[in-house]
């Protein structure tokens, strides 16, 4: 009875943390991306005062603001130095305050008035994500002592897991054997 | 001591089955596929005019030369090939008007040093005329496989190439290349 209860507690425990994954109640809105925005840019600002949300730098580039067409607004900044971020603004207008709490737990910023960004004043939830885009210093260079390494992609992991387990079944196995 | 031993032999059998699942999501030909993804019905390649079929993709700071071929999504599966890159045929002829779609598995002999474009780097499609365009990578970015805007038709000439990424190949990693109205180069043909 112990040793059937452990095992149903060992197995499940160990399939609920590899295949589970978390569900939430509140998903945002498809923004589309950067790198091809299917709406015309409203704004396409110049400069070197350009805000993210969420952080104090500011950066020197080109800032190019898409009007969505439920309000909610894509910024996509590229720097001079290439290292782009692309801003999801989330008008909260429609979301109760359970459905923000959820949407910052998934790592929204939230920031009470989009008017100092030069958006509608009222309150918006931002997020970044980060791409690559060319800007005016991006030197296309490439590190030739990464490209030397192969890339093997997950055939580590892969493998690594197969033989831990054939080990480990065959050790429990003797042990078993051993032990009786 | 049998108690442990049990606990030996289960954590062997589930890491047995995970590695086999995982082993089994790598070679799963749909691996590249982009969900929410609707191919236009039409055809490019037959009705295109003046474009021939891209033949090969060149990217040679990231030491990649390989055979094109065209692939279709058939019953929402991508055709995936081993020996060389696909090219969407449902999407625009590489160098044309719209967004023309390229992909590879991130093997070493494919598209595997592709994650390590950068913007600036020069892109070159030969095609079956004997003619070739230079496209420059203008973006690079790590997307999720349900992010399929990036493959929505465009208003410039684009090719947009992707390959696999990140923990068990769950990302895609996504390359733009423009081609800018520069002069191409078309093959010497006696006269």
Same mark, same amino acid.
């Given at each position: 009875m112990l040793k059937k209860s452990l095992f149903t507690i060992l197995t499940l425990s160990v399939f609920l943390t590899v295949f589970s994954k978390p569900a939430f109640a509140v998903s945002s809105p498809d923004f589309g991306s950067c790198l091809n925005p299917q709406v015309t840019a409203s704004q396409v600002n110049g400069g070197s005062n350009h805000g993210v949300a969420g952080q104090t730098t500011t950066y020197s580039g080109t800032d190019s603001i898409y009007y969505l067409s439920d309000g909610n607004v894509m910024q996509c900044l590229c720097p001079d130095s290439g290292t782009a971020i692309q801003t999801n603004w989330l008008k909260t207008?429609?979301?109760?305050a359970s459905d923000i709490d959820v949407l910052k737990s998934q790592g929204w910023t939230y920031v009470a008035t989009g008017s100092s960004w030069g958006l509608s004043d009222v309150p918006y939830l931002a997020k970044n994500s980060n791409y690559s885009c060319r800007g005016?210093?991006?030197?296309?260079?490439?590190q030739s002592s990464v490209l030397s390494?192969?890339?093997?992609?997950?055939a580590v992991a892969i493998y690594g897991l197969i033989i831990a387990g054939v080990t480990a079944l065959v050790a429990g196995m003797l042990l078993k054997k051993f032990s009786k | 001591m049998k108690t442990f031993s049990y606990i030996l032999i289960i954590f062997g059998l589930l890491w047995c089955l995970l590695g086999g699942y995982y082993w089994w999501l790598t070679n799963n030909?749909?691996?590249?596929e982009f969900t929410n993804y609707s191919a236009p019905k039409t055809k490019t390649v037959t009705t295109t005019k003046g474009a021939s079929l891209p033949e090969r993709i060149s990217i040679l700071d990231l030491k990649i030369s390989l055979p094109v071929y065209p692939a279709q999504i058939r019953d929402n599966k991508w055709d995936t090939i081993t020996d060389g890159a696909s090219y969407l *045929? *449902? *999407?625009?002829?590489?160098?044309?008007?719209g967004n023309s779609i390229m992909y590879a598995h991130d093997w070493a002999s494919l598209?595997?040093?592709?994650?390590y474009a950068k913007p600036g780097q020069k892109v070159d499609v030969s095609y079956a005329d004997g003619s070739h365009k230079t496209f420059v990578i203008e973006y690079t970015s790590k997307v999720n496989p @349900?992010?399929? @805007?990036?493959?929505a038709p465009s208003k410039d000439k684009r090719m947009t190439l992707y390959t696999c990424t990140g923990f068990m190949d769950s990302q895609r990693f996504v390359v733009v290349a423009l081609l800018h109205d520069t002069p191409t180069f078309a093959a010497i043909t006696k006269p």
């Open positions: 207008s429609n979301l109760s005016e210093n991006t030197t296309p260079t490439v390494l192969a890339y093997t992609g997950s | 030909p749909n691996r590249l *045929s *449902s *999407s625009p002829i590489p160098g044309t008007v598209f595997g040093n592709l994650v @349900s992010e399929s @805007s990036i493959l």
